[in-house]
């Protein structure tokens, strides 16, 4: 088997074929060997090809979505993760500080093989199988969101266009009993509206849902909203913007603030059983409605540029 220096693993709906090779010619050289993604594989598979032929580093070129099933593929490997990114989100772009609708800089940084790990985390829901996730899942308003988000808005206004759901998110969402199993801890009786479970906090906007959450710190951040009426929502909008936000930001304060509609915790695992099914995302991806879920992380999995 040859080694190749790099693998490109592209989506054709996110960039100009031309565009990209001329880019990755001028940046990487010629040692680099490519596929693209398709409606049934958004690149799981190509990164397995990619790491069977050889390649040291496989890149994703698109959206949140090629990441996610990218950075799977690669988790355990020895084949490092560069990313150019093409969507409308880029949260793990976001996290890691790579350049944003920049693709010669995004190429360059993979060019300089500073290298970090960094962990993954592992879902399981109903019978389907495990799938990594690099940034966050959950239920509640973003999942609701990705529901009532319109799709040709999305393509012409961006991230704009999840701001235009929100609305319609707030209002489909509905408390419901929950169990939530920490690490080996026992079982805890709660009621919310919103669960989200991640590998980091940041999204657009520069907005840390997750404060304390670390890309290589070997645990999962977890936040639990219990907004109910309008004071509660402007209790939820202080913790999440001023409380764990500007605050932290200008007093450096090491731990996210919980308050009465907002919980924080961190761990290892985590088990939750909900009363009612709801709908579900992963790394932005709505799966569906969920009764049951399992998380994990897998500390240090993978190597990124």
Known sequence: MTAHSYGIV???????????????????????????????DPGGGMAED???DGCATVIAVGGDGTVRAVAE????????????????????????????????AALRRIAQGDERRIDLGWVRHGDEDERAFAVMVGFGVDAQMLVETDDDLKSRAGWLAYVEAMGRAMAGTEMTEV???IDDDEPQEVRGHTMLIGNC??????????????????????????????LQWIDTVRSVVWENG?????TGGESAVST???????????????????????DGEEVGEVSVFEVRVQAGALRVL
């Not at 996110?14 to 680099?32: C, Q």
């Not at 924080?264 to 009363?275: G, I, K, P, Q, S």
């Open 10 to 40: 592209w989506n054709p709906s996110k960039i100009d074929e031309d565009t990209l090779r001329a880019a990755v010619a001028d940046h990487l050289g010629d040692d680099v060997r490519w596929w693209a993604t398709s409606e049934e």
């Open 50 to 52: 990619a790491v069977a």
């Open 73 to 104: 593929a690669l988790a355990g490997t020895d084949a490092a993760l560069g990313i150019v990114p093409q969507g409308t989100g880029n949260l793990l772009a976001r996290n890691l500080e790579v350049p944003l609708d920049d693709i010669p």
């Open 179 to 181: 169990s939530v199993t």
């Open 201 to 230: 906090g940041m999204v657009q906007g520069g907005l840390r849902l997750l404060p304390d959450a670390k890309l290589d710190d070997g645990r999962l951040d977890l936040l639990l909203v219990s907004s109910e009426g309008a």
């Open 246 to 250: 500007i605050r932290r930001l200008l």
């Open 260 to 282: 009465d509609s907002t919980h924080f915790h961190t761990a290892e695992r985590v088990r939750v059983e909900l009363a009612r099914p709801q709908q579900f995302e992963i």
